[in-house]
């Protein structure tokens, strides 16, 4: 029964190997109330109140059945007469009046307050305030602060990104590049070098050795083999008008135009 309140408390607390200095300093409960509690001493507190009070929170920390302890307590203390004692660390005090059982049944509580407490009592109303005001502010703050960071991906997927366009070379080959209708390069390359351009709207290239060359688009490797005439290919990237994708066509090279030098030894050796 009630006798059993301080030791289940107590072997709870041994169980877990907390001492009562910890229990103290993270409950916000006096070492003095907590050994009360534990001895069963319930007359050294100025009031019920303090008794269900402190049980409920000690026994919460332990990971115990609160609310089954403190119905244990108020069972086997109903008849307790409650004290009016003024101590200045219990600033709030039980009283029962006149109307004390008319009162209980209405389930009415009816507390008194000291002047010593009433100030206390106003800062801690203070303080919840200003908690809950808090809460709210870094609630709104955080709100604004992922509207932004989500405004900030939007717009980066929304960013026309550049035709980057990385070649290569496994084999000599002879390319011709252009971006956006200017010639960026057009030669013969050799084995073992890279080169990268890079066009806003458009980019062409043109292969000599389609075997002999490694071709990426915007990190992405491109075929150039398909679609090849006599390991000739011509392909055009070109961006398109909806979100931000690079369009791919393969363009048949004109046979009659003329060729370079190495295009043509290329012709030679396929025919």
């Given at each position: 029964m009630a006798a059993n309140i301080g030791k289940r408390l107590q072997e709870a607390r041994r169980i877990k190997e907390i001492s009562l200095d910890r229990v103290s300093k993270e409950t916000k409960i006096a070492k003095k109330w907590l050994e009360a509690l534990e001895k069963e001493e319930y007359d050294v507190f100025p009031a019920k109140i303090y008794v269900v009070s402190f049980v409920r929170?000690?026994?919460?920390?332990?990971?115990?059945?609160?609310?089954?302890?403190?119905?244990?307590?108020?069972?086997?203390?109903?008849?307790?007469?409650?004290r009016m004692d003024l101590n200045p660390k219990f600033p709030i005090v039980v009283s029962h009046g006149v109307g004390e059982k008319s009162m209980s049944r209405k389930g009415i509580a009816a507390l008194?307050?000291?002047?010593?407490?009433?100030?206390?009592?106003?800062?801690?109303?203070?303080?919840?305030?200003?908690?809950?005001?808090?809460?709210?502010?870094?609630?709104?703050?955080?709100?604004?602060q992922l509207s932004q960071e989500m405004a900030k991906i939007n717009a980066s997927t929304n960013v026309r990104k550049d035709i980057s366009m990385v070649v290569e070379i496994n084999d000599k080959t002879w390319l011709r590049v252009v971006g956006d209708g200017?010639?960026?390069?057009e030669g013969t390359l050799s084995a073992g070098e890279k080169r990268t351009w890079v066009a806003k709207d458009e980019m062409n290239v043109c292969i000599g050795n389609v075997d002999?060359?490694?071709?990426?688009?915007?990190?992405?490797?491109?075929?150039?083999?398909?679609?090849?005439?006599?390991?000739?290919?011509?392909?055009?990237?070109?961006?398109?008008?909806?979100?931000?994708?690079?369009?791919?066509?393969?363009?048949?090279?004109?046979?009659?135009?003329?060729?370079?030098?190495?295009?043509?030894?290329?012709?030679?050796?396929?025919?």
């Open positions: 929170s000690y026994a919460r920390y332990l990971g115990l059945d609160a609310e089954s302890l403190v119905q244990i307590y108020q069972r086997e203390h109903s008849g307790r007469e409650e008194r307050f000291t002047k010593k407490g009433l100030i206390p009592f106003i800062l801690a109303i203070g303080v919840v305030v200003g908690a809950g005001l808090s809460a709210i502010f870094y609630l709104q703050r955080a709100s604004r200017a010639v960026s390069f002999g060359v490694r071709l990426y688009v915007n990190g992405e490797e491109v075929d150039t083999i398909s679609g090849n005439l006599g390991r000739v290919n011509e392909l055009v990237f070109t961006r398109s008008k909806e979100k931000g994708l690079i369009k791919m066509e393969q363009k048949r090279p004109i046979i009659m135009k003329k060729m370079e030098p190495l295009q043509t030894e290329l012709q030679k050796e396929e025919k």
